[in-house]
T-cell receptor, first 111, second 116 residues
Framework: DAKTTQPPSMDCAEGRAANLPCNHSTISGNEYVYWYRQIHSQGPQYIIHGLKNNETNEMASLIITEDRKSSTLILPHATLRDTAVYYCIVRSQGGSEKLVFGKGTKLTVNP | GAVVSQHPSWVICKSGTSVKIECRSLDFQATTMFWYRQFPKQSLMLMATSNEGSKATYEQGVEKDKFLINHASLTLSTLTVTSAHPEDSSFYIC????????????FGPGTRLLVL
């Protein structure tokens, strides 16, 4: 079973920041927070991951609370092409640790 | 990032036939690959973990004799749906870790299977 909880859907205006929350209250000390997204009828795309520090890359920023029980993915300037289902996943690294997908958040970016 | 390809991208077959789906890592070696299935409006469900040179590990409820997985090289894993039936119609997606780099899993574009 997925170890994360996400809102089923969110809307965002084009050009504005999209903030997607994720709760992972049972996360273990060696588990990372990963974010993937899936655009309709495509394979999931890796976005970002982090352990406890905030992370930023060319796609997004990841803010993890100090107690690590929740996180927020931030798309700073959402575009129509960011409309997708966003999955927050916790997993430990090493070996063949699998990704367990929950239901994710359907983000709709509106013009 | 690393690139994973799948072939074919879509396939239509008659009930009772077998269908083979290929998953390739194009610019890296993958000792471990994963196969997922996704039904409409649902999330991805892991079917099995494929390890190069050894037998696949199947998730509970997945029939290993129906979904044959072969991972014969470091860049290729195949999923064969044997004696396909309409209920096997789904979106099949593979993913892979780059060998020695366990941080990130890269996904293929998926294969849509329709069994008539």
């Amino acid at each position: 079973d997925a170890k994360t909880t996400q809102p089923p859907s969110m809307d965002c205006a084009e050009g504005r920041a999209a903030n997607l929350p994720c709760n992972h209250s049972t996360i273990s000390g060696n588990e990372y927070v990963y974010w993937y997204r899936q655009i309709h009828s495509q394979g999931p795309q890796y976005i970002i991951h982090g352990l406890k520090n905030n992370e930023t890359n060319e796609m997004a920023s990841l803010i993890i609370t100090e107690d690590r029980k929740s996180s927020t993915l931030i798309l700073p300037h959402a575009t129509l092409r960011d409309t997708a289902v966003y999955y927050c996943i916790v997993r430990s690294q090493g070996g063949s640790e699998k990704l367990v997908f929950g239901k994710g958040t359907k983000l709709t970016v509106n013009p | 990032g690393a690139v994973v390809s799948q072939h074919p991208s879509w396939v239509i077959c008659k009930s009772g036939t077998s269908v083979k789906i290929e998953c390739r890592s194009l610019d890296f070696q993958a000792t471990t690959m994963f196969w997922y299935r996704q039904f409409p409006k649902q999330s991805l469900m892991l079917m099995a973990t494929s390890n190069e040179g050894s037998k696949a590990t199947y998730e509970q409820g997945v029939e290993k004799d129906k979904f044959l997985i072969n991972h014969a090289s470091l860049t290729l894993s195949t999923l064969t749906v044997t004696s396909a039936h309409p209920e096997d119609s789904s979106f099949y997606i593979c993913s892979a870790f780059a060998s020695g780099r366990w941080e990130t899993q890269y996904f293929g574009p998926g294969t849509r299977l329709l069994v008539l």
